[in-house]
Structure formats: structure tokens, C-alpha cells
């Protein structure tokens, strides 16, 4: 008998039909002699509509309000799938983020699990029932509810399984894996049978949006081993795991990331600790920054130019502009941009990935804005419009059709 | 400087606009120097199209997982609620029942209150915050969620007001008071200024719904003054209070109640305990049974005819069908009847209520069917069709006009 966690995004569990449709494949999993706890995100758009109903009585409420409202959505969920595994014949039980122990730290809207107490969970177990969890929510110590960010429910499914030593851990989404590339838009993109926790980390960062980074982390953290699949058909997935177990390939996946805003400030004082201040003050509102780029101006005042989220964007500037004397267009702001990126663990050992990748980009006509790489990564920052050629280009030259 | 309980209806804070309207009036009263504790219920037709979709799925889904469902309602309109209060500056906190200390029985879907730790909320009152409590829910001693059955925010106000010694429990409402009739449809009723628990009580159980019945019960326990007023309008409201204060009425209130369905059962063995098993099996399931009828019949057989609420009727049958050997035709339910009563503290002292009250159908040639008393009530059964004739006529006769 194994233990098997599920997790089960909001599109999956949209309507009554596709609750349904949920409850089949987690009692036929159960029914097959498993334990089964399965966690569950709000339903379709109702964390969309609730955020909708707040603006509109406050365009700032407070975040800890908003997690007190937010939570609220998966609630209802974890409460009808039990209803339709009910309907089904099956014994179950739903529990809300903190009945199943998820103690988290106190950032209202963007918790971080600080520890599992599972004991309610492997009570539940204990008597056969199967546990419905609420995925993206917590409680922190002051007893209030939080909320994991956007995603959540990927890294609750993964910190289950990494407490309970699950034998599984599947992520059901309504695409079949993980692709070289989104098969919607690239001619040849193809299933991936297998992925590494670190190169699905750079997809998952880069905008393939199949699985939350927190959770791939974590998965990495504590080598739980992921299978991403699909909830409307039952084709075999992709199992993310550990490199050391897999051949590397040079190019595992080309992403393409729009939700990107390249902040250029010039002008900066060419003097020690300005990069340090400037990135100080983004940290201290908890905006990460990706790429950053530093050069010093002909006048030998400094330019430095960084990527953050378009959501970010707004606060970025305002908290430069708060924090130093500049002239009125020393900031500009771009959000018509976006990030194209290559994506593999063989890259690290095989030079000249790189100079294929600007080539294809070449020929292509696309001008690169600019340039970042790491072991397993190589990403560029080009003009939104030229985005979905770009990656067809860096796919056709990297992933040919077999 | 007061502590102040102030209780809001779903009907209350069913738009924006009513919510902004409701935080409105909990702010002026922070603002006038008070301690706040609002209680708010689910918005509008949450409740409703919540219980909508778990039927879609199971047609008798566990009242675990439906507590589960509808208590997810009073936490988005306490969040909201609270983000209401934000906007208008005033700092706030909004609480679930659990985390407001509400212990309750372990009965989904019925749960009674065992106890408030109210630690939390005094915490809260200290810090000036205005406290905003979901009502009509708890949590039992599995840590699960528990809900107090319909109407239950009134109870979970009033306990409140009890467990910390409020100066006002405000149930706010979409009607300005209690009434001598309902005003929609009977000529001269009229708003009372004050009325006692008990008078209250019967006019609550009657169907005058405008405060729950339970909470009654519990005001009058630990005496708390209860105002209902209106959300919508600033006029005075009716207080219910202790009687020992308050000049007697002969009668206060005339109410009419369709929810009635009575069931006769013929030919029952005329022997001792008859009665008692019978009711005993109605209790088991826990039906409430209300004016109950016994008579023997010329064979020597026992007939019994009692009322119960709609919803239990079809329930009341079976359970006498399975537990007596009875013939297809000896039991009878019939639902198109109302009762119609009157209601007065004055009544005990002041014989010849009864017959006024006979007369004034009489004359309308309304049939009476069944008959029920207590000190302060006087209830007939009659036709539903003669129920807004038999109302006005009876409110006539005892509170004409002034």
C-alpha cells in the first residue's frame, strides 16, 4: 500500500462536472489499496472574483484581510470534492490549512511553511479515510490565516508529501507535463518523459507555467519526486526528479516569461555601496529583481538597468525615486518586453550554447536588450512583439523535430 | 467608555454598498469612544447558493462537510466587512468563530455554544481594535468547524455580549423593531418600544422572524438587553428586556406561522406508554414536535395528532411507519395550515383572552382545528388560507388602532 499525494489546481475543479471528475480519479487511486490525501485549490475564478469584491470596497485592504478572504476559497472547495468523493462511496475528510497542521511564518500573502504537524492527517489515514487539504494556506503564530502566494497549492501538495513520505506526489494541471516548449504556440514542441528539479526550476522561474517554484524547491530539498499530469485524460505525464538518476541533455526547454519590467536608472552617483542601497531599498518592499545590468555613464555617473514582475514595477520606482535625488527622467520604465530562455543541465559542460542561441535570435532579426546565463541557463530580454518568434527560432536550432 | 455588540443580517452586508453602509455605522459608534464587537453573517444569498452547489454533487452530503462548506460565507463577509472599515480609517481585526473562542457541541449543522474563550477578543478590544466576528459558527472539540444552524449569528452576538459583559447588543436587521403584527400586511400594526424575553421568545417561535429564538433564550439566561433595529434607517428600535421592569400587556403581538405541518396518526392500541414511544422516536431524530392532541377514539383505539415543522414532516412519517404496526391509511400529514397566535405577559392575570380571541375568528367564519396554550400565548390552528384574515382579525380585536 503506498501513500499517494494529489493536487489538484483550480481549472481542475472549476465545476461541478470537473469536481466530479476529480472525486473518480482519487477514489479509483484509493480504491486501487492507496492512502490518498489530495489537496485542492479554489475553484476556477473564484480567487479572481474575490480579490474583485475587495477592490471594490477597498482598492488596499490590509493583506491580512485579503488572506482571511482568499482562504476562503479553497474552503469551499476541499468541502464539495469531499462532498462528491462522499457521493462516490468513499470515507473522507477535509481539513483546512491549519487542521492539517501548516504552521507558516507571518507574511500575510506570501507565507513560507515553517513546519507540517501531521498528526491530524495521519489520524485521518490511520482511520482510511481519504484527506482533502486545502492547499495554499497556513496559520502562523498569532493564530491568524496565511497565504502561501499564488501557487501555493503546488508547494502544499509537495511539503505533504515531503512530511508524510509519501510514495508520490502527482501534480494534476490541464496540460499532460512538462514541454520542450508551450506546444500551443511552437511547432514541435513534444512531452518531456522527465525533467531535473533544477533545470524545471530555471522553466518554472522563466514562465512555463506548469508547477510553482517554491514547490520544486522543496521537492529538491527533500527529493520528492514529481509527476505532473493532466486531469482530463490519462496519459503518462513528466516525472520531475533528481539529475544524478537522468541523462543531461544540452537544451531541455525553451520558455518565454512577458510578465517582465526593465527599470533603467542613469545618472546614479559612481561612488561604493549605491548598487548595494538601491537593491537594499527594493528588499526591504520585498520586490526580487532578476536581471540587473551596471555600467558607468561617460560623465562617470553610473546607469544601472534591472528586471523585475510588471506587478513590481510601480513600487520599484517609487521606491528609488523615495530614496534618491534624481532628475525627473533619470527612471524610465519598460513592460513592452519579455525574456526567452534556454533551459538545460548539459549546458554547463558544453561551450558555445550561448553563441547558438544568438545566432538563431540573428537570423531571426531580433535585437537582444539584454543577456543573463547561469550553469544551467541562458536567458535574453527582447521586444515583447518579437517574443513567440524568438522562442520558435531558439527551439527549431536546439529541439528539431525528430 | 461602552462595549458595544452590534449584530448584522446577511441581508445587511449583501452589496458593497450595504457593507460600506454597515461599516459605516460601526465606525461612528468606535468613533463615539465605544469598544465594538460586530457579528456579521454571510452575505445575501451566500448560504443559499453555496448549499445549491453541494447538491449539485451529493444529494445528502455529511453535515460535516456542509458546516465545512457555509462557514467558508461569514469569512469572506467578515473580511470584507473588516477591508470596509480599513478604508474608513478605523483599525480592525476580523475574526472566525474559532478564532473568537467559540467552543460548540459536536452537532454539525445544529451546534450549540459550550463556552467563549474570549481571550483573543479582549486582546483585540485592548489594542482599540474594532473586533468583526463571523457568526452563526465554532468549532467543536475534534477541531472541526461547527455551524450554529439558521439564525444562528444572533446567537453568537448575544453570547458574545454575555461573555464579556456588553452594555448593548444591537441585532441590526432590515425591519425598525418587533411589531404587533407584520406591518406588510396587517392595517394598524405598530413597532413596540420594549418587550420581554419571554413574550419575545413566543413571538420568535411563532414565525415573527426577527430574531432567533436561541439567542432569546440565551438574553433571558444571562440577561442581556438586546435593541433590534433597522440597518437602514436611524429610528429607534424595540428593546427586549427583562419583564420584571416593564408594564405587563395583555397582548403584545399577534403572529402567524406556515411552517406547520400536522400529522395524525388513528388506531393506536389504547394501552399505557403508547404516547411515550411515539414521541420518543420523533425525539431520537431529534424532531421537534409543537401542539400535540390525544384522544380516544369510540373502539377503543388512541388517536394522536401533533404539529412539526415542514422540513421534519416527511421524516416524522417514517419514523411512525417503521415503528408501529399501523394500516397504510391510519397515519395523515397535511401542510396547508397555519397557526396563528397571540402573545402577552398580561395574559396569566386576565382570564377571558382565550374566548375574545375564538370570537374574533368566529366572526370571520375561520374554523379552528387545534388548540395549544401557555401562560403567556394563546395558538390556533387553522386553515393557511384563513391565515392573513384570521391575523388581522384577532389583531383587531386586541390592538385596534390608537
Given at each position: 500500500m503506498a501513500l499517494i499525494v494529489q493536487k489538484f489546481g483550480g481549472s481542475s475543479v472549476a465545476n461541478a462536472e470537473r469536481v466530479m471528475n476529480v472525486a473518480s480519479i482519487v477514489t479509483d487511486t484509493y480504491r486501487q489499496g492507496n492512502d490518498v490525501i489530495v489537496v485542492v485549490s479554489a475553484q476556477g475564478d473564484t480567487t479572481d472574483d474575490l480579490i474583485e469584491k475587495a477592490f471594490e470596497l477597498n482598492s488596499k485592504p490590509s493583506k491580512r484581510e485579503m488572506d482571511m478572504l482568499l482562504t476562503a476559497g479553497e474552503q469551499m472547495s476541499v468541502a464539495l470534492l469531499a462532498m462528491a468523493i462522499e457521493k462516490i462511496g468513499c470515507p473522507v475528510v477535509s481539513l483546512l490549512g491549519w487542521q492539517a497542521g501548516f504552521n507558516t511564518t507571518s507574511t500575510y500573502g506570501t507565507a513560507r511553511i515553517k513546519s507540517i504537524k501531521a498528526d491530524r492527517m495521519k489520524a485521518e489515514l490511520d482511520k482510511r479515510n481519504i484527506v482533502v487539504v486545502a492547499g495554499f494556506q497556513g496559520i502562523n503564530k498569532y493564530d491568524?490565516?496565511?497565504?502561501?502566494?499564488?501557487?501555493?497549492?503546488?508547494?502544499?501538495?509537495?511539503?505533504?508529501?515531503?512530511?508524510?513520505?509519501?510514495?508520490?506526489?502527482?501534480?494534476?494541471?490541464?496540460?499532460?507535463?512538462?514541454?520542450t516548449a508551450d506546444p500551443r504556440k511552437v511547432e514541435g514542441a513534444r512531452k518531456l518523459p522527465e525533467i531535473t528539479y533544477d533545470e524545471m526550476l530555471e522553466l518554472a522561474t522563466l514562465g512555463a507555467q506548469v508547477l510553482n517554484t517554491r514547490s520544486v524547491e522543496m521537492a529538491k530539498k527533500y527529493n520528492v519526486e514529481i509527476e505532473v499530469l493532466s486531469s482530463l485524460n490519462k496519459a503518462s505525464g513528466t516525472i520531475v526528479k533528481d539529475g544524478s538518476k537522468m541523462e543531461k541533455m544540452l537544451v531541455r526547454g525553451v520558455a518565454k516569461d512577458t510578465d517582465v519590467a526593465r527599470i533603467s536608472v542613469t545618472g546614479m552617483p559612481n561612488t561604493p555601496g549605491v548598487a548595494f542601497r538601491l537593491f537594499g531599498k527594493l528588499a526591504q518592499r520585498k520586490i526580487n529583481v532578476d536581471i540587473i545590468l551596471q555600467s558607468v555613464g561617460r560623465d562617470g555617473t553610473k546607469d544601472i538597468t534591472f528586471t523585475v514582475s510588471k506587478a513590481n514595477a510601480e513600487d520599484a520606482v517609487e521606491a528609488i525615486r523615495s530614496s534618491f535625488d534624481l532628475d525627473e527622467d533619470a527612471i524610465s520604465c519598460d513592460t513592452n518586453i519579455a525574456k526567452v530562455s534556454i533551459v538545460g543541465a548539459g549546458m554547463e559542460s558544453h561551450p558555445g550554447t550561448a553563441s547558438k542561441m544568438f545566432e538563431a535570435l540573428f537570423e531571426e532579426d531580433i535585437n537582444i536588450d539584454m543577456i543573463s546565463t547561469s550553469e544551467i541557463k541562458i536567458s535574453v530580454l527582447i521586444d515583447a512583439n518579437d517574443a513567440d518568434r524568438a522562442v520558435s527560432a531558439v527551439h527549431k536550432a536546439f529541439l528539431p523535430e525528430e
Open positions: 491568524d490565516l496565511t497565504t502561501l502566494g499564488r501557487g501555493g497549492s503546488d508547494t502544499s501538495a509537495v511539503a505533504i508529501a515531503a512530511a508524510l513520505h509519501a510514495d508520490r506526489c502527482q501534480i494534476y494541471t490541464d496540460v499532460e507535463g512538462v514541454y
